[in-house]
């Protein structure tokens, strides 16, 4: 049986493989930032956390490992550029002070819906938008514009309406 370390215990403030339930979990990230975490030992310590479009699920403490992960995920170093993407978080094990104890890691590979629909003028994946994300932005676009289409071509065809309607 997987045994569990105090400290991973510790802080339910934030999400944690015991969230996991064993299972991969997709998120989309709302905001990045530094703030003062409280540790078991009651010490503040400064933290990057990342920030869930998903309210109910707690923030993420971003360590190095992950912070590393999305930085190559998503092919930006900056945290402004990491908002609106969806990422998926697992369990897994690490070796922590000689034990083995549950921990959180980013999958290196985009989910999976974020590849799936295609823009049915230009091909290019679409990617969430605003606070849609791509499945709603696809059935946003279908319902407005007959196709699916990424945000650059439903802007074009939302100009396109509106050109219509002056002439
Ligand atoms: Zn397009």
Redesign the pocket.
């Known amino acids: 049986m997987q045994k569990t370390h105090w400290k991973q215990l510790a802080n339910t403030d934030y999400i944690g493989a015991y969230a996991l339930g064993g299972e991969d979990l997709t998120l989309t990230i709302r905001e990045t930032r530094r703030e003062l975490v409280i540790g078991a030992n009651g010490k503040k310590e400064d933290c990057m956390v990342i920030h869930w479009a998903e309210r109910e699920y707690k923030p993420l403490i971003l360590n190095r490992t992950n912070a590393k992960t999305i930085t190559k995920l998503l092919t930006s170093a900056y945290v402004e550029d990491w908002s609106g993407k969806r990422i998926t978080l697992y369990p897994t094990t690490t070796k922590f002070g000689g034990e083995v104890v549950e921990c959180l890691r980013v999958r290196p590979t985009l989910p999976r819906e974020a590849a799936d629909i295609k823009?049915e003028?230009?091909?290019?994946s679409i990617k969430p938008a605003g606070r849609m994300n791509v499945e709603q932005m696809a059935e946003y676009t279908r319902n407005k514009y007959g196709r699916a289409?990424?945000a650059?071509?439903a802007a074009a065809a939302a100009k396109e309406v509106t050109n219509n309607a002056d002439g």
């Open positions: 823009c003028k230009c091909g290019a289409l990424c650059a071509c």
